[in-house]
C-alpha cells in the first residue's frame, strides 16, 4: 500500500478556490488509482473525483462536474484536485485514497480504496 497525505485546505469565501495535493510514498504511485472523497458534518463518505493510473480514465461526482478537476503527476507522486467556484455546500474534510489499479473497481466506491490519507479540510463562507 502507499502512504497518502493531503494538503491544501483552508478557509474560502463561496467563489474562490482551493487547489488540494496528495503525496504519495512507500509504493509505486504511478501503478495506483486515486480518488478523491468528502465528508461533511454528519454525513456520509461521498466520491469527488477519480483517476485510474494513467489518467487515461478520470470520472467526476455530480457536485463537482464543472468545477472540479483531478489530476496527477506520477513523476512527483502526486495527485491535485482543483477545485473552483465553490459553494458552502462543498464545507468538508477531503480525502485522497488510493489503489493499486490492476483489476477493475468501482471507482466511486470507498470500499475500492485500501489506502487513506489523514484528510484536510476545506469550509467554504458564504
Known amino acids: 500500500q502507499v502512504q497518502l497525505v493531503e494538503s491544501g485546505g483552508g478557509l474560502v469565501q463561496a467563489g474562490g478556490s482551493l487547489r488540494l495535493s496528495c503525496v504519495a510514498s512507500g509504493r509505486t504511485f504511478g501503478e495506483y488509482a486515486v480518488g478523491w472523497f468528502r465528508q461533511g458534518p454528519g454525513a456520509e463518505r461521498e466520491f469527488v473525483a477519480a483517476m485510474s493510473w494513467s489518467g487515461g480514465v478520470i470520472a467526476y461526482g455530480a457536485p463537482s462536474k464543472g468545477r472540479f478537476t483531478i489530476s496527477r503527476d506520477n513523476a512527483k507522486n502526486t495527485a491535485y484536485l482543483q477545485m473552483n467556484s465553490l459553494k458552502p455546500e462543498d464545507t468538508g474534510v477531503y480525502y485522497c485514497?488510493?489503489?493499486?489499479?490492476?483489476?477493475?473497481?468501482?471507482?466511486?466506491?470507498?470500499?475500492?480504496?485500501?489506502?487513506w490519507g489523514q484528510g484536510t479540510q476545506v469550509t467554504v463562507s458564504a
Open positions: 485514497a488510493g489503489y493499486h489499479d490492476s483489476d477493475y473497481r468501482d471507482r466511486q466506491a470507498p470500499s475500492s480504496y485500501d489506502s
